[in-house]
């Protein structure tokens, strides 16, 4: 179970390295150009999503074998992305996508929560 959740993880830190280029947000079907702040959040998210998956996977095999386990899940995870991204981007960036908006969603209800508990 633990290596499906890297495994996932994985996938979800490559799908924010292409969120990161404009050139793969223009596929999406709308001109994206990332702010400086908002690329290096995204890259700094991908990089520490491989991170926890790199962690979660020596707890069962060892560091490394982890190691291995990694770049194996990456190759296939990035073969499984650039594939279905060529056929359907969106469809392809979707886990990422929904993953985004519910935390935008949780951010603007925390922030009317402590509103309306700073007015009471």
Known sequence: MIL???ITLV???LCLFLLSMPKYTRALGREYKPSNHGERARRAGGWLLLGVSLYLASIPLGGVN???FILGAVTA???CLSLGFQSN???ALLPVLLIIKIS???AVNRKLVLRCKKRS
């Open 66 to 68: 982890a190691l291995v």
């Open 104 to 106: 935008m969603l949780i």
């Open 89 to 91: 981007p969106k469809r």
């Open 4 to 6: 499906l959740l890297t």
């Open 77 to 79: 995870a990035g073969v």
């Open 11 to 13: 996938y979800l830190g």
